[in-house]
């Protein structure tokens, strides 16, 4: 039921960004990183116009990767990932709504052309985030798993966190943007098909997305922005306003050795700046900024993140698992002195 109510707000009640109520499902432009920026000026104008997102999740490091998009709509982040992933790469995007697939596969010989692909690196498939198997998805198949502003409208988020998790290989990255409460929106406001279309009335409360993902094995995930939501309409406000939204953007690695809280091993790590657009410094996470050549303490989960995934080869780590010193302290005053407003914290296990 919840689908069909979707599928007809996406098809039928909106037919751009300016038929939005709120301000949930527009990203600001101003915010997106500048690559990203380049990259949509080299994507079809219709594409954007009936795009509908809250952030700009796209990491770095995609070069032959195989990227799954969920929630894909028109299709603008995976042909920014197309591009990115190059013609030896592939990007997957799903989504249940067929007019917002309808403008994806329409631009797909003109996306690749201006790419200059001979063949075709993207596939555009119908279907549910809840079960990506009916898909033909497989097991262990993708190496980023990304999302813009959708997990939030699915009536059954735990089915959609496995299914990313099974689907991921190993040392395999989820990397999201989504709307996000500051507690449990009330259960009377969830049919409302508004409040639900614009991502609203099914956003996770912080805590109970970290305790859906510690359930199905990920115990640790990183915040990489965070930004206070204004819907700007006084008549939603009057509806909701009790909750605070906040648009995220998180990571999260498929690996076996994360830990619930961050334990001290006596581990370093070492950027060596070698990760395109970031000669200077690389941000893990809103609170782990690793300037290049410069060694830094880190936690055990922290470790693992840059030495067990496909950031590897541009990271240096110092130390193993085999003395433990305690649980570790992810904070230090040179930190805090970059991220002046780390109280905004609202979940992970290294904050």
Do not use: W
Not at 153 to 176: C, M, Q
């Amino acid at each position: 039921m919840i689908h069909e109510r979707l599928k007809d707000y996406y098809s039928k009640r909106l037919n751009g960004t300016n038929d939005l109520q709120t301000n949930t499902c527009c990203c600001d432009a101003e915010s997106m990183p500048f690559e990203i920026k380049q990259d949509i000026r080299n994507i079809e104008s219709e594409i954007i116009e009936k795009f509908y997102g809250c952030g700009s999740p796209i990491p770095p490091l995609l070069n032959g990767s195989y990227v799954l998009d969920l929630g894909c709509g028109t299709g603008r982040d995976v042909y920014i990932a197309s591009k990115r992933v190059g013609e030896n790469g592939r990007v997957i995007g799903v989504d249940m709504t067929d007019t917002q697939l309808a403008v994806a596969r329409k631009h797909v010989a003109s996306q690749m052309k201006r790419y200059h692909y001979k063949k075709v690196n993207v596939d555009f498939k119908t279907g549910y985030i809840e079960d990506l198997k009916k898909l033909d998805i497989k097991d262990n198949s993708i190496d980023v798993v990304i999302s813009n502003c959708v997990i939030n409208l699915s009536p059954d988020k735990h089915s959609v966190f496995s299914e990313i998790f099974r689907v991921l290989k190993s040392g395999g990255e989820l990397y999201f943007s989504d709307v996000f409460a500051d507690r449990r929106v009330p259960e009377r406001l969830k049919n409302d098909p508004v409040l639900l279309g614009e991502c609203l009335a099914g956003a996770m409360y912080i805590e109970d997305f970290r305790r859906l993902l510690q359930t199905i094995g990920c115990p640790d995930y990183r915040i990489i922005t965070t930004s206070r939501i204004d819907l700007n309409n006084p008549e939603k406000e009057k509806k909701i306003g009790m909750v605070n939204f906040y648009s995220m953007t998180i990571r999260a690695f498929k690996l076996d050795d994360l830990e619930d809280i961050c334990e001290d091993y006596g581990q370093v790590a070492k950027y060596k700046g070698s990760i395109e657009g970031h000669p200077h410094f690389f941000d893990l996470d809103d609170h782990h900024r690793f300037f290049t050549g410069k060694p830094l303490l880190v936690c055990g989960n922290t470790a693992s993140m840059v030495q067990n995934t496909r950031f590897s080869e541009h990271f240096t780590v110092l130390g193993d698992k085999s003395a433990h010193f305690g649980s570790f302290e992810c904070t230090s005053s040179s930190e805090e002195s970059h991220y002046p407003d780390k109280n905004h914290c609202l979940g992970g296990v290294c904050c």
